[in-house]
């Protein structure tokens, strides 16, 4: 694909996610219920994470430049023509419907058809529905975060990257259910940084964007793959963190060198400063 063609495409994905934000918090109004199906990774899924999943599919399948859609609430990827490969988590953190907390959207934009792995991608993005909706883009190496109102997306920051000196952490899974090397680690983050976890790792990750620390979704004694899908989720935000200064790991090497095997795979996701980084992965055995 042409590198032009590669680049308009890039930037109509990201204008038409940011279009679809404003409505798609609109319409969390009303579908904060289960829906009896589940997703392919064997979730209920809310009735939020099919809607979003389809207005996305809608909006992104119609873009010329873009030959597959997949999203982690659908089996298949959709053949729609020829191009970049989209992946979307279109509704991350759906179990902080009922709660009224913090969620996101994640996209990852390939340029190898799916399952595809970090080195091809070309851009990634998460979008925020915090107090106010955000959107933060990785793309010619360098992350931008904008305010997005009435579809409208203006620059509130740029070329960003972790502070140096980390403040929070936050580890998802059941204290037991952490193998031990894990919990080692855990209990001397517990001593330095202060404990931001929020059940969405979008919000939980843009606290580590913003104050410098470490997020964490880890190997489980009952997952060892964690919890988290590479394709959706970890490279994407992967991308993002190391394009932003910081390091990603699934314990042993970067997010963005894991070679992908089946679309829906998990992965075990720890994000965040280098060092902090590269300490998990001395200490997980
Ligand atoms: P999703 O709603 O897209 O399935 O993502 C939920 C994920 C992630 O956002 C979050 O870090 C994690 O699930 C929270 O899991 P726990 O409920 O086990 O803490
Ligand atoms: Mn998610
Ligand atoms: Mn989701």
């Known amino acids: ?100 907390a913090a969620m996101g959207t994640i996209v990852g934009i390939y340029e190898q058809p799916l399952p595809a792995k970090g080195e091809d991608l070309v851009a990634a993005a998460y979008v925020l529905y915090g107090p106010i909706t955000t959107m933060t883009v990785a793309r010619d190496d360098t992350v931008t975060e904008y305010e997005i109102s009435d ?29 031990g090397d894990f919990e080692a680690y855990a209990r001397e983050i517990e001593d330095e940084l202060k404990l931001r976890y929020g059940g969405a790792m979008i919000s939980d990750v843009n606290q580590v964007v913003t104050y410098g620390g470490i997020f964490a979704y880890p190997a489980l004694e009952s997952a060892p793959n964690g919890k988290l899908r ?25 997010l963005l060198a894991v070679e992908p095997t089946e679309l829906h795979q998990r992965v075990p996701v720890h994000i965040g400063n280098e060092a902090l980084i590269e300490r998990l992965e001395a200490a997980l055995t």
């Open 151 to 179: 579809g409208e997306r203006s620059v509130v920051r740029e070329d960003i990257v972790l502070p140096d000196d980390p403040v929070v952490y936050g580890f998802g899974g059941r204290v037991p259910d952490w193998p």
């Open 1 to 100: 694909m042409h590198t032009a063609d590669r680049r308009s495409a890039v930037d109509a994905v990201m204008d038409t996610v940011a279009t679809a934000a404003p409505q798609i918090r609109q319409g969390l109004v009303g579908r904060r219920t289960k829906v009896d199906e589940e997703n392919p990774s064997g979730e209920t899924q809310a009735a939020a994470d099919v809607w979003a999943d389809k207005l996305l599919e809608n909006a992104i399948t119609a873009i010329d430049g873009v030959g597959q859609y997949a999203s982690e609430e659908r089996e298949d990827i959709v053949e729609c023509g020829e191009g970049v490969s989209v992946a979307v988590d279109p509704l991350d953190g759906s179990s902080n419907l009922r709660p009224n």
């Open 230 to 254: 590479l394709q959706f989720e970890g490279i994407p935000i992967g991308y993002i963190i190391e394009t932003a200064g910081g390091a990603s790991s699934d314990g042993d090497r970067s």
